[in-house]
C-alpha cells in the first residue's frame, strides 16, 4: 500500500538553482526508504519536500490518502502530526528539559495535561531515557539527544519518520544503536522510515529499498540488495 507519493516534484531556489528536478517517487507503507547522494544532491530539499517544510515550485506530495500540496496552512498543520522528522543536529529546545522537549508537540496539539504526561513517560521509555527525563540537552551525548529527538518526532503518534542525516553527527557505536532503535520502531510501531543520508552503511544496516540521488535527480532506485550487492 503506498503512504507516500511524490509526483514530478521540482524545486528551483531563486531562479537558478534547481535542487530537485520532476522526481516521482512512491514510498510503501512499513519499508525503511533510503535516498544517498552526495552534498548538495538535493536529498534535504527533497525530504523537506515531503512535509512542505520547503514548497515543492512545481508537483504534488500524497501522504496517506490526503494531498498535502493542496491544503491551506491550517488544515497542513494538523496532517503535519502524522509525520515526524528528526535533523543531524536533533533541534532540541536547549532551554527546556528533556520532559518538555518531548511534550512540546502533544501540547501544541492540545492533549490534556495527564495524558501528555502518561504519554511522555511511555516514549522516555521507549528511546531508554527515563533516568534523564529531567536533564537539559547540554547533559546529554549526541546519541541522548537524538533518542530525545526521536521520542519528540514519535510523540504524536505519527505514521511516517523522516530522518534527515539522523546519524551523521554521531560516531559509529552511537550510529548503530541509533539505527537500531530505527529498526524496532519500524518494525514494532509500524510506523514507515524516510531516511536521507550519504554514507553507504546506514543504506546496507536498515534500509529495504535506496534511491541515488545526484543533481537533483533520481539516478538509480531500487531493493538496496539489488543496487549495492549487484557483480
Ligand atoms: P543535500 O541535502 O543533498 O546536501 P540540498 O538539498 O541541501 O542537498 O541542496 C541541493 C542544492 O540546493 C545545493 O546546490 C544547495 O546549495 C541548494 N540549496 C539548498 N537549500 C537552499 C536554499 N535555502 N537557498 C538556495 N539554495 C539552496
Ligand atoms: P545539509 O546539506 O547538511 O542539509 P546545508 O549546510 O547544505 O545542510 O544547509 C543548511 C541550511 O542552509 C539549510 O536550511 C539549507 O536550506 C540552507 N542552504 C543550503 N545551501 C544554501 C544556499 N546555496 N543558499 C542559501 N541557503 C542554503
Do not use: W
Request: include cysteine; charge should be neutral.
Amino acid at each position: 500500500i503506498p503512504l507516500i507519493e511524490l509526483l514530478d516534484i521540482s524545486k528551483t531556489y531563486g531562479s537558478s538553482v534547481e535542487a530537485v528536478k520532476n522526481i516521482s517517487l512512491t514510498i510503501q507503507k512499513g519499508e525503511i526508504f533510503g535516498i544517498i547522494g552526495h552534498s548538495g544532491a538535493g536529498k534535504s530539499t527533497l525530504l523537506r519536500c515531503v512535509n512542505l517544510l520547503e514548497r515543492p515550485t512545481s508537483g504534488s506530495v500524497k501522504v496517506g490518502d490526503v494531498e498535502l500540496t493542496r491544503l491551506s496552512t491550517n488544515q497542513l498543520q494538523k496532517e503535519r502530526r502524522r509525520i515526524g522528522m528528526i535533523f543531524q543536529h536533533f533541534n532540541l529546545l536547549s532551554m527546556a528539559t528533556v520532559r518538555d522537549n518531548i511534550s512540546f508537540p502533544l501540547e501544541l496539539a492540545k492533549m490534556p495535561r495527564a495524558a501528555i504526561k502518561q504519554r511522555v513517560d511511555e516514549l522516555l521509555k521507549l528511546v531508554g531515557l527515563d533516568q534523564h527525563a529531567d536533564k537539559y540537552p547540554a547533559q546529554l551525548s549526541g546519541g541522548q539527544k537524538q533518542r530525545v529527538g526521536i521520542a519528540r518526532a514519535l510523540a504524536n503518534n505519527p505514521d511516517v519518520l523522516l530522518c534527515d542525516e539522523a546519524t551523521s553527527a554521531l560516531d559509529p557505536q552511537t550510529t548503530n544503536a541509533i539505527l537500531s532503535l530505527l529498526m524496532d520502531i519500524n518494525q514494532k510501531l509500524g510506523i514507515t522510515i524516510l531516511l536521507i543520508t550519504h554514507e553507504m552503511h546506514v543504506i546496507r544496516s536498515i534500509c529495504d529499498r535506496v534511491a541515488v540521488i545526484d543533481g537533483g535527480e533520481i539516478v538509480e532506485m531500487g531493493d538496496v540488495l539489488d543496487v549495492f550487492l549487484k557483480p
